[in-house]
């Protein structure tokens, strides 16, 4: 029997030694065996150094898998029309009844609507990896799903279309 979820999750975006690097909240959209589906809104207007400014109302529909080391943001803006994919190098999250909790691993991948993309952070994963004592089995498992995520953005930019990665 699947276990009721809460309507309204607080999602923990969190540093390898445990400390909240953010916290937003988000409502319950879908669940199935591999992942839960979340959708949020910007209550503030965000300058972002690598985004831009992210203007209030946007509404960011967010994908945690439970046994995958990312997770998969679409950035809509507040009229609706498309904005960015955001994918976080991450560990598999931690579902509470109303919480969502995942360590970031600092290095994120962008992908905009004409199929460009960058990947950002690399330098702060090098940084936080010997500042936090990452084991080698998760630095190499960040490289792992970092080489994984380019080569299925790097596919979907070579056919220029917009890449709805899972």
Not at 38 to 61: K, M, N, Q, Y
Not at 90 to 97: A, K, L
Not at 139 to 163: A, P, W, Y
């Amino acid at each position: 029997m699947k276990r009721e979820r809460s309507r309204i999750y607080t999602v923990n975006s969190r540093k390898f030694d445990g400390a909240i690097r953010r916290s937003w909240t988000c409502e319950f959209v879908f669940e199935d065996a591999e992942k839960i589906d979340l959708v949020g809104s910007f209550e503030h207007r965000v300058e972002h150094p690598d985004l831009g400014p992210i203007e209030a109302g946007t509404i960011s529909r967010e994908t945690f898998y439970f046994n995958r080391w990312y997770n998969f943001f679409i950035f809509k803006q507040p009229n609706g029309r498309f904005r960015n994919y955001y994918i976080n190098i991450c560990m598999p999250p931690e579902i509470g009844d109303a919480t969502i909790d995942y360590v970031d691993l600092d290095i994120d991948l962008v992908v905009w609507p004409d199929g460009g993309w960058q990947t950002l952070d690399l330098e702060e994963f090098h940084e936080n990896r010997l500042k936090f004592n990452y084991p080698d089995e998760v630095s190499n498992r960040v490289m792992e799903t970092l080489k994984e995520l380019e080569d299925i953005v790097q596919r979907g930019s070579r056919n220029d279309e917009l890449i709805v990665i899972l």
